[in-house]
């Protein structure tokens, strides 16, 4: 058979699944709407139905693979795939109330600039799973998160709500390129551009664990006491006429000293998560692509009630450059849009950079503390290098930890790589943990950034 005619047939059981699917989804619809306006007529057991069956290794199967699909997943994609491929199945969710002539709230839903059909809403993706079940609502808002498979490795996109409208009322949308990369058969793959720019970062370590400045656990403190008492500083003491809701904070200082390690231990402390913000994606080559990014984090984040970590910040937030070219006044724009994301969020920011005077001028001025996070003195080196090595891990008779904090003026992060080669050395020998190994990879970290014993 020809390579023509595999592509031909290809195509033609593609058309043939996303038949199936859009017509299964019209049948669920079909379903929901019959179960919230006609209850006396449903069966109080009538589920969703099943959705049809496809062909092992088609090119829609390796989708829902890719995305971990179950039923409700799979519901949800062709929920978002109907504007592209069948538009007119989402016509009956523009039936009006009768008694206010306008159309159903819990439907959700949006208007395009140039389509005339109906855009689905996350709202619209919860009412379809759950219609007014308030339990099994919240246990599909699980599925819109940004950090879900349909999002992270798949074609979905949640846009964000405007300002103080309801977190789900954004367009659920299918990626326009992962469609295209689907209808022409090629390989799927989730798109750089939309893949969600934070992951989340955690420890084992427990706050004790910290070994920082006096000043600097201080500084700590005050930001855990604002998330503790904002409430009340804000609502009863009534502080929220001239303070904003959000909390920004600096941690400055060299590599290695612990700043990711305090923002996460931060986070563990106030049960929530920490997520740190993938530069690499925020910042984007094509001009405008960094706000979209970057508003996707914050939405999410208010929504999460997130911490977020912006590490090595100044990359995103430094300096801004002169408006030679065209392309500077939009890298100017970006970053003016960008300080003012992080001003107006009610949440905590996290900003870490190697050097304070790297970053903007006028952002800097914007934060409420900054923590400097100085390299460890001889005794913290020593508790640093008695609590990384632990308990557990065998050492010679000769190791001299005190000795080695007062020779070698390691961080916190250079004293755990050469704990991990002397560790690699004693384990592929079979032997405890030698001075001399210990003493070869501090020179070894000493010799990384240009220094010598």
């Not at 969710?93 to 005339?116: L, M, N, P, Q, S």
């Not at 870490?352 to 800097?364: I, Q, V």
């Amino acid at each position: 058979m020809s390579t023509k005619k595999k592509k031909s047939d290809a195509t033609d059981a593609l058309a043939r699944e996303l038949r199936a699917e859009t017509e299964w989804l019209a049948a669920a619809i079909d379903v929901r709407f019959r179960r919230h306006f006609r209850p006396d007529e449903a069966r109080r057991d009538e589920e969703l139905p099943s959705p049809p069956e496809l062909s092992a290794g088609s090119a829609y199967a390796r989708v829902l693979d890719q995305v971990e699909a179950g039923r409700d997943e799979r519901l949800l994609l062709a929920l978002a795939l109907a504007p592209h491929l069948a538009p007119a199945i989402l016509d009956v969710f523009f039936i009006k109330h009768e008694k206010i002539e306008r159309g159903f709230t819990e439907f959700g839903g949006a208007k395009g600039v140039f389509h005339a059909g109906f855009l689905p809403t996350g709202e619209t993706a919860l009412f379809l799973l759950a219609g007014d079940n308030l339990a099994a609502r919240f246990r599909a808002t699980r599925l819109l998160d940004a950090t879900h498979p349909l999002f992270l490795r798949g074609p979905l996109r949640l846009g964000p709500p405007a300002v103080d409208e309801p977190a789900w009322s954004g367009v659920l949308g299918f990626s326009p390129l992962f469609l295209q990369r689907l209808l022409a058969g090629a390989e799927l793959k989730a798109e750089p551009e939309g893949a969600f720019p934070a992951r989340p970062i955690v420890t084992a370590l427990e706050w004790s664990d910290l070994v920082l400045a006096p000043t600097a656990l201080d500084g700590l403190d005050e930001i855990h006491a604002w998330a503790t008492h904002q409430r009340m500083l804000l609502e009863d003491w009534q502080l929220n006429r001239r303070l904003r809701r959000g909390y920004r904070a600096l941690f400055h200082g060299p590599s290695g000293t612990g700043k990711t390690l305090a923002a996460t231990l931060l986070g563990k402390r106030l049960a929530r998560d920490v997520q740190r913000i993938d530069l690499s994606q925020v910042v984007s080559k094509f001009i405008g692509e960094t706000e979209k990014n970057l508003a996707l984090v914050f939405a999410e984040a208010e929504r999460r009630d997130w911490i977020l970590f912006f590490d090595e910040a100044d990359a995103l937030f430094g300096k801004r450059t002169a408006t030679a070219t065209a392309h500077d006044r939009y890298a100017n724009q970006e970053v003016a849009f960008l300080l003012q994301r992080v001003e107006d969020h009610p949440g905590i920011v996290i900003l870490a950079t190697n050097l304070k005077s790297n970053l903007d001028e006028a952002f800097a001025r914007r934060f409420q503390i900054a923590i400097h996070f100085a390299p460890p003195t001889a005794e913290q080196r020593a508790r640093l290098w008695r609590d990384t090595f632990g308990r557990h891990v065998p050492l010679d008779a000769d190791v001299d930890l005190p000795r080695t904090a007062e020779a070698y003026e390691l961080t916190g992060g250079q004293i755990l790589n050469v704990v991990r080669h002397a560790a690699i050395v004693a384990a592929q020998h079979g032997t405890a943990v030698q001075q001399t190994e210990i003493d070869e990879g501090c020179r070894r970290e000493l010799r990384s950034v240009g220094r010598t014993v």
